[in-house]
Structure formats: C-alpha cells, structure tokens
C-alpha cells in the first residue's frame, strides 16, 4: 500500500535545538518526497523535494531508500519555523502528479 | 513564480445554496488541477484530480454530482458544491501542476466555506 507516516503530531523543541521531523513512507516504485510547510494563516509551500538536494531555510531532508525516510532536519530552530509540516510523495511515473501526504507534525519553536 | 489564486476565500451561505470556488494558475499553465479538502488539525484530503479538457477523476467517497468541477481552460480551474449542506463546511483547498517535469503542486490559499 502507498502511504506516508509522519508518527508525531505535535514536536515542541527550544529555540536553538536541533529539530527532526520523521517522515516514513511505504511505496512500490520510486517516489519522489516532499515536504511542505503551512504558516499560521499562509497557504500550504513546498519546502523541499529530494531531488534538488537543497538546503531551504537551514532545514535539510535525505530520502534513505534503505529505511524508507524522509526525515526533515535543522540544526538549530528559529522561532519563525513554528508551522505545520506534511511530508507527501509521489510517484516519478505518475503523470498525474497526485501527492500522498502524511498526516502533517504540527511544529512548536519555544522562545 | 508558480502562483495560484483561489476565490472567495471565505463564503458563508444558506443552506440548499449552490456555490462555486476559482482556482487560477496566474503565471503558468497548470495541466493538472487537484481539489483537496481539508478538517480542523487533519490533514489534506484529496477530493479528485482534473486534467485540462477532461472530465475529473474523483476520489472513493467523493460525490461527483455533488462537487461538480471544471477545468475548461489551462489556467482555470472550478468546483461548485451543489446544493450545500452543513456538513459541507469546510475548508477547501486547490492545487495546480504545470507540464510534465514541473511536479510540485503549488497551492491557492484556501476557500473556508460555512453553511448555515
């Protein structure tokens, strides 16, 4: 089955920890990953995909084939990151483009 | 680049009402459209999917005579929820795709649609 799990719904870190945001996903092909980011009160924006390889806003994310993740990581949280998070995936052949999201983690920066 | 505007983003009708939301790629050509709809803390839930000129895929469970959507042009995009009930409020959001090899989804900002 297609799906993508993110375990937490809510993470609550410090200003200045390390932040990781688990994402697993289960897919028969080969997917592409995705993460999104919604502010309070903004529209859902992509924030990165696997294959640019980029570091957007400090935050990093390695798709492991071996384990099945996408986890998204920042060595040191910044108060503006406070946001919900959805991880989704789609598939590279799919012409369709549909996106499989996870269930969002809810991210809380504390001053 | 790569802006979606949605309109209204917020209607408050009676019940029985026919209303419809926009969705327009404004600076680029978007094959692909998606209708999501979205809970209070829940996450997105993908209504039905429409490529330009044909007619929507929709998802199990979704009634298609009752979210009607259009997608007539490249740039645009709609969904009419026909006769709207209460327990149709909700918060929907729109989603374009461009050509092939441009896949991200880029998002419209959301309809939240109250029926009384």
């Known amino acids: 089955a297609q799906r993508v799990t993110q375990p937490e719904k809510l993470l609550s870190v410090f200003k200045g920890a390390p932040v990781e945001l688990k994402c697993n996903y289960s897919y028969s092909g080969s997917p592409e990953l995705f993460w999104y980011v919604q502010y309070s009160r903004q529209r859902l924006q992509l924030l990165l995909r696997?294959?640019?390889?980029?570091s957007i806003k400090g935050f990093t994310a390695d798709l492991n084939k071996g384990e099945t993740s996408f986890h998204l990581k920042k060595p040191f949280a910044q108060e503006e990151d406070s946001a919900m998070y959805y991880c989704a995936l789609s598939g590279q052949g799919d012409s369709n483009y549909q996106l499989i999201w996870g269930a969002g983690t809810k991210l809380i920066i504390k001053p | 680049g790569a802006v979606v505007s949605q309109h209204p983003s917020w209607v408050i009708c009676k019940s029985g009402t026919s209303v419809k939301i926009e969705c327009r790629s404004l600076d680029f050509q978007a094959t692909t459209m998606f209708w999501y709809r979205q809970f209070p803390k829940q996450s997105l839930m993908l209504m039905a999917t429409?490529?330009?000129?044909?007619?929507?895929?929709?998802e199990q469970g979704v009634e298609k005579d009752k979210f009607l959507i259009n997608h007539a042009s490249l740039t645009l995009s709609t969904l009419t929820v026909t006769s709207a009930h209460p327990e149709d409020s909700s918060f929907y959001i729109c989603?374009?795709?461009?050509?092939?090899?441009?896949?991200?989804?880029?998002f419209g900002d959301g309809t939240r649609l109250s029926i009384l």
């Open positions: 696997h294959i640019s390889r980029e």
């Open positions: 429409s490529n330009e000129g044909s007619k929507a895929t929709y």
């Open positions: 989603s374009a795709a461009g050509r092939r090899g441009f896949r991200p989804q880029h």
